[in-house]
């Protein structure tokens, strides 16, 4: 047990703090962080745990964790393709042709293409594997028609990781594939959503007689559950590290806040704040365990079930703290610019997203403590 | 950064869970409780031949000269174990006298201890003294040190955890150490590090022994552990025990009173939940004297408050980050505030 930074991942950290200090931007339009994901493809910290011959840094998963919390500190624009950077770059590493990495790991990396994740329907939420989205074999290639719903990003996506069902006779998680689907492609249609936030973060998604040829049939055929577990895995333990920084700065401001509202000295508030702090602390050494355990195992398990299930919860609990803490000032828009109405509305979709809670704890009683299936 | 036990740490878990498991069966336990000291001779013999009375004592002094994370590991399971007796109690008094003690009283007693032919715990106040009974050496902070509580008389309380006895000191002696020196805080987080290890071996028990019963349990013709209702309370109580366990072995690596807090205040809450969750997957014979639970479950009640409580930890938790969070971090929470807002 060693919770220093080894002497690499000191440096790796000095590097990316001074490379930070001289390049970092405000950045809030979508062409402003495209250009942030340029600026930082450039400067050679795009995809940083990706191998190298990816276009990647070779970073290790701890570097990855350090290269997260810098992002904080520096007060960095957030990353806008996450979900390519996180959830499908890895997988398409993981499971693609040489000729899917060639056309899209170098563009994920680059901000040049968005891309989002087409999993969910309106029928296909938790029972994911009831999709039925249908491709139809046409030559070289499928025909795709339905209809994905809640999809991040979709708005700006250039791309999609989505799943179709492709056998009809098998059993449901036998007759699904995973598909690389062109989103500027004829027959695609998107449909912003608003969220009960009030922004519009995800879309419904119309396929109507999309042709997308076999060449981006990502992993097997049939066989596209199989992806589809890879992602998510690689979605529930990545995700970890990047909202950490989020909260990390969300907490920050809220004691700052209790001080200059002279809340901080209330022995009951200071109780409250304590606790979303050591809920927070214990949320990096979670993470850091499983970064620990996912570095020597290389490929995430079901215990990331356990981090999104903290982390989701600790949000909500936060979010809850932070507006007792700041009374009816926290529902008003224009006080810190609504930061804290905003926070705590969109943390109710934390326990949502990504699998609900119930889902992983599921997964967690029949995966890692090995219960009997409930259904 | 590597957050995971070493390959020695690894080994000497293993090795102190083979003991246990060997030595400290619960009938042991049991009889030991059933007695007035709680006191297995015999027992803490055979754990000091492991070495268990003299982990972090100097080699100077007979001891290994081990460090708190190779403490924890040991502690947790003897927490695992529900250990009786005055072991425990001797370790916190061999880090009381490291931390706190003269030249000559480490001569006089580390030996002695490390040897396991001396028990001993320490009063930090006149009441609610660990295994004073049975210790040969009870030990007092002063204003500038430690020193022996000599001629009084101690009393047994009876309480909650009947596995470690509790003792009154008789008021002509002062045994209060409140606001005494930093060696004290230094010796108690050791202490409270050790204890929050044992919280977490108890709460794998209680976690090992449920999803166990709710794999072999039948109702309505299957098992209970493939009802949702009790497979969320088990993934709660591997999450409750997970968190624990990271922050206690964060803590025992870094040994400041941040991370002590931290652990501790976690590990007051997530225990005595994590043990109401065994029982109620449990049932009725969850409720039976003759069910080991309770036993843990009088464990978490009683470790709850030793070294302080969740509430005490928060409040220094809040007197070390609140009251002394940087106007740097200041500044920029307020750029974040002013700026637009995030997930
Ligand atoms: C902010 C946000 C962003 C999202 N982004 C994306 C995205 O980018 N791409 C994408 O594909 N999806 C996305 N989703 C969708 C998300 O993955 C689904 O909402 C989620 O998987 C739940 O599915 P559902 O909404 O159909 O709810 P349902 O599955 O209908 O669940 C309803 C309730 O029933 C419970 N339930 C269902 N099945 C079980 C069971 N077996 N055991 C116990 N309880 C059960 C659930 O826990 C929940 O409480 C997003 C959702 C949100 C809120």
């Known amino acids: ?375 | 950064m590597d957050f995971d036990l070493s390959k020695p740490q690894k080994l000497l878990k293993q090795s102190a869970r083979d003991f246990l498991s060997r030595e400290c069966k619960p009938e042991r336990v049991r009889a030991a409780m059933a007695t007035d000291t709680a006191d297995d001779r015999a027992l803490f013999t055979a754990a000091a031949d492991q070495g268990w009375t003299s982990l972090i004592i100097p080699e100077t002094y007979g001891g290994l000269g081990l460090g708190v994370v190779d403490l924890a590991v040991v502690a947790e399971e003897m927490g695992r174990a529900c250990m009786p007796g005055p072991l425990f109690a001797t370790i916190f008094a061999s880090a009381a006298i490291v931390h706190a003690g003269t030249e000559e009283q480490k001569r006089k007693w580390l030996e002695p201890i490390a040897a396991g032919e001396m028990r001993a715990t320490v009063a930090l106040s006149n009441e609610f003294v660990l295994d004073a009974g049975v210790a040969d050496l009870v030990l007092r902070f002063t204003d500038d040190g430690i020193e022996e509580v000599e001629g009084a008389t101690f009393e047994r309380t009876p309480a909650i955890d009947e596995t470690r006895k509790l003792y009154r000191v008789d008021d002509r002696q002062s045994c209060l150490s409140e606001g005494r020196q930093d060696c004290l805080s230094s010796t108690i987080d050791i202490a409270a590090v050790a204890l929050c290890a044992e919280m977490v071996g108890g709460m794998q028990w209680i976690l090992d022994t449920t999803v166990a019963y709710a794999k072999t349990r039948q109702q309505f013709g299957r098992a209970i552990g493939s009802f949702q209702a009790v497979q969320h309370l088990c993934a709660d109580m591997l999450l409750m025990t997970e968190s624990a366990r990271s922050a206690t072995y964060n803590a025992a690596w870094e040994m400041t009173p941040l991370a002590v807090s931290i652990a501790k205040a976690y590990c007051s809450d997530a225990y005595r939940e994590a043990a109401n969750r065994g029982i109620q997957v449990h049932g009725g014979i969850g409720f039976t004297w003759e069910h080991d639970l309770h036993l843990y479950f009088r464990r978490a009640k009683a470790s709850e408050t030793m070294f302080g409580d969740a509430t005490f930890h928060r409040e220094r938790i809040a007197s070390l980050v609140i009251d002394r969070q940087s106007s740097a971090a200041e500044r920029s929470a307020e750029m974040l505030a002013r700026s637009s807002s995030s997930k």
């Open chain 1, 1 to 375: 047990m060693d919770l220093n930074l080894t002497p690499d991942e000191q440096s790796f950290r000095d590097e990316f703090r001074a490379w930070l200090q001289e390049n970092v931007f405000e950045a809030k339009t979508v062409d402003e962080l495209k250009r942030w994901q340029r600026t930082l493809f450039e400067g050679g910290w795009a995809g940083i745990s990706w191998p190298k011959q990816y276009g990647g840094r070779g970073a290790t998963l701890m570097q990855q964790a350090v290269f997260q919390e810098e992002l904080a500190l520096a007060d960095a624009p957030q990353l806008i393709g996450v979900i390519g950077l996180s959830l499908v770059g890895p997988t398409i590493i993981a499971m693609g042709t040489d000729e899917q990495k060639a056309r899209h790991l170098s563009k994920i990396l680059s901000g040049e293409e968005i891309w989002c994740q087409g999993f969910s329907e309106p029928n296909a939420g938790s029972d994911l594997a009831s999709l039925g989205t249908r491709a139809l074999k046409d030559g070289d290639g499928f025909i795709v028609s339905g209809q994905k719903t809640w999809t991040s990003f979709a708005h700006i996506a250039d791309w999609c990781l989505l799943l179709v069902r492709t056998d009809f006779e098998a059993p449901k998680h036998k007759g699904i594939t995973c598909l690389l689907a062109d989103m500027h492609a004829p027959g695609v249609t998107v449909r912003p959503l608003r969220m009960m936030s009030g922004d519009a973060g995800f879309n419904e998604v119309f396929f109507e007689n999309v042709r997308i040829p076999s060449s981006q049939v990502l992993g097997k055929v049939n066989e596209g559950w199989t992806t589809a577990i890879a992602a998510l895995m690689n979605e529930r333990a990545n995700l970890g590290t990047g909202v950490q920084v989020l909260f990390r700065r969300n907490l920050n401001a809220l004691i700052a806040r209790a001080r200059s509202m002279n809340r901080s000295a209330d022995p009951i508030v200071r109780q409250k704040l304590a606790q979303a702090y050591l809920e927070l602390e214990i949320l990096r050494m979670n993470t850091n365990r499983a970064l620990t355990s996912l570095s020597k195992s290389g490929v995430p398990g079901p215990e990331g079930s356990t981090l999104k299930l903290y982390w989701s919860e600790m949000n909500q609990r936060t979010q809850q703290i932070a507006q007792e803490v700041l009374g009816q000032h926290a529902q008003l828009s224009d006080f810190d610019n609504g930061m804290w109405q905003y926070s705590y509305l969109r943390a109710r979709g934390n326990t949502i997203e990504a699998g609900t809670s119930e889902i992983q704890r599921n997964i967690i009683a029949e995966r890692v403590l090995g219960l009997p299936k409930s259904y």
